[in-house]
């Protein structure tokens, strides 16, 4: 299993650092201050010109209108291409489809296609009466909608309620034949997880982009919590890194951005282009992993290259 003990320097990445592609996800905020605090990332994280940034979709669909009302400023306000979070659950394929509709007719060309948590306190997924049953059903369905760019989800540690880790791949072939565009993997820290992940996609005669979700951890005890829920690994390297920072914020953003950057510069040394950054809604530890990849605001490359 690869993980970072690497012999260090790098070598060379075979893929140009200005060849780099870079995404980035928040969440739809609850309160004003949450709001500022989205929007002062999301002007942080523009001048690096990502190819898309990507707006998520509560639990039972409960934040629709505010994911809808964000991913619709963020088009409206700024150069970003915005994609809007689209699921299965609790509604039927007619109000789905609706929603899908006021995207289009809002600009919104990009949807991330996923089936879906359940609401909390329930007893886990269950298929919405005259709803999409899964994602592979609402990749289908938003195809016939219109012409969306789609991407769904990948799990290299495969999904906690999956079958098999061969049925978990045949879905995401499913769901790439039926229209699909890329795939957005769950976040990892080991890198052979993801190619060790990637090679099993190839070898099932999928051709399409596998982009590595990124997580910067800063809070290292929240992270553990969340990540037995889906299914991730927390490897021990990563525990003994964050060990005896619980009170020190500081500390652990700097380890958190270097963890991130190490994992990424490794992926890049492999030939991975291609960067999808959960940003929990803070721009700094993302932006600081960018620049360490080479992504720059273009006012600074332009101001480089005499343009």
């Known amino acids: ?20 592609k870079v995404s980035f996800e928040f969440f739809p905020p609850k309160t004003e201050a949450m709001a500022e605090t ?11 010109a990502p190819r898309f940034v990507s707006v998520t979709y509560g639990a039972g669909g409960t934040t629709r209108e505010r994911t809808h009302n964000t991913v619709a400023r963020i ?3 700024t150069s970003l291409s ?16 609706r929603v899908a509709e006021q995207y289009w007719e809002a600009g919104i060309r990009h949807i991330v296609a996923l089936r879906g948590d359940a609401p909390d306190n329930s007893d886990g997924y269950t298929p919405h009466p005259g709803g ?30 999956a079958a098999s880790a061969s049925d978990d791949l045949d879905n995401l072939k499913r769901k790439l034949d039926v229209g699909a565009t890329r795939a957005i993997t769950q976040y990892f820290f080991d890198v ?30 929240q992270v553990v919590k969340f990540s037995k829920m889906c ?6 390297w990563m525990a003994r890194l964050f060990e005896g920072l619980d009170g020190d914020p500081d500390t652990r953003r700097l380890v958190a951005a270097t963890a991130a950057a190490e994992q990424c510069r490794l992926l890049q040394s492999e030939g991975i282009d291609a960067f ?28 480089e290259t005499g343009i």
Not at 292 to 300: A, F, I, S
Request: glycine letters at 4%.
């Open 1 to 20: 299993m690869t993980d970072l003990n690497y012999k260090h320097p790098l070598p060379a990445p075979p893929v140009a650092q200005d060849a780099l």
């Open 38 to 48: 989205l929007w002062q990332s999301v002007e942080r994280l523009e001048p690096l």
């Open 75 to 77: 088009n409206a306000e």
């Open 82 to 97: 915005a994609a809007a979070h689209l699921t299965c659950v609790g509604a039927t394929r007619d109000e789905v489809n």
């Open 132 to 161: 999409y049953d899964y994602a592979v059903d609402l990749v289908k369905g938003l195809r016939e909608v219109a012409d969306f760019e789609i991407s769904v989800a990948a799990y290299p540690e495969v999904h906690p309620t």
């Open 192 to 221: 052979g997880v993801y190619l060790e992940f990637l090679e099993r996609v190839r070898k099932a005669g999928i051709d399409v982009e596998i982009v590595p979700g990124i997580l910067p951890v800063t809070n290292f005890a």
């Open 231 to 236: 299914g991730t690994n927390v490897p021990d």
């Open 276 to 303: 999808h950054f959960y940003t929990l809604n803070r721009a700094d530890l993302s932006f600081a992993i960018c620049h360490v990849l080479g992504v720059r605001p273009n006012t600074e490359n332009s101001q």
